[in-house]
T-cell receptor, first 115, second 111 residues
Framework: DGGITQSPKYLFRKEGQNVTLSCEQN?????MYWYRQDPGQGLRLIYY???????QKGDIAEGYSVSREKKESFPLTVTSAQKNPTAFYLC??????????????FGPGTRLTVL | EDQVTQSPEALRLQEGESSSLNCSYT??????LFWYRQDPGKGPEFLFT???AGEEKEKERLKATLTKKESFLHITAPKPEDSATYLC????????????FGAGTQVVVTP
């Protein structure tokens, strides 16, 4: 089955620690995205990648970092510089740039809690 | 500034009681209006894309429509399994891949 997987489902972090959230897709999509979801707010874009070895900051990139070494993978690192990291993190992918009308498909999410 | 606003924030329906959710948008130029369904603790599930005013799309008890300023998601004769948060998002002409999301409408359908 084609889809997007995220791991872990739940993650607990101590103050001052960096943690990395995994996102893998087997849909052969070029574009991948990371969003953050907080209660009562819409999804906010952290980073996105249009193609391998290229990525751009979204609206709330401070305290986060990403890499895109493989088409299938787009890991997100939440660094100790992120002041309020407790949230639900969602990874998404879409076919790519061509046409510009492509739907984004989401993974199941990772809930990060800072202890 | 691009904005997407959903109303109401929450909606409680009796089974079979039809209703509509609203998504109003003020964006520089719309390239697509997307609807998603999200169950608690899960990722959003894609429902529809609407591209131009007057367009309509249907899936089971859901029907999405689009005007120049807003989109509606009509739920006809809802069942308890339609309970979820419904999200809308706009894609604009000057944002490569970015979707501007609304905060969502939480729908609860009681038997």
């Amino acid at each position: 089955d084609g889809g997007i997987t995220q791991s872990p489902k739940y993650l607990f972090r101590k103050e001052g620690q960096n943690v990395t959230l995994s996102c893998e897709q087997n849909l052969n999509h070029d574009a991948m995205y990371w969003y953050r979801q907080d209660p009562g707010q819409g999804l906010r874009l952290i980073y996105y990648s249009q193609i391998v070895n290229d990525f751009q900051k979204g609206d709330i990139a401070e305290g986060y970092s990403v890499s895109r070494e493989k088409k299938e993978s787009f890991p997100l690192t939440v660094t100790s510089a992120q002041k309020n990291p407790t949230a639900f993190y969602l990874c998404a992918s879409s076919i790519g740039v061509a046409g510009g009308y492509n739907e984004q498909f989401f993974g199941p999410g990772t809930r990060l809690t800072v202890l | 500034e691009d904005q997407v606003t959903q109303s109401p924030e929450a909606l409680r329906l009796q089974e079979g009681e039809s209703s509509s959710l609203n998504c109003s948008y003020t964006v520089s130029g719309l390239r697509g209006l997307f609807w998603y369904r999200q169950d608690p603790g899960k990722g959003p599930e894609f429902l529809f894309t609407l591209y131009s005013a007057g367009e309509e799309k249907e899936k089971e008890r859901l029907k999405a429509t689009l005007t120049k300023k807003e989109s509606f998601l009509h739920i006809t004769a809802p069942k308890p399994e339609d309970s979820a948060t419904y999200l809308c998002a706009a894609k604009t002409t000057d944002s490569w891949g970015k979707l501007q999301f609304g905060a969502g409408t939480q729908v609860v359908v009681t038997p």
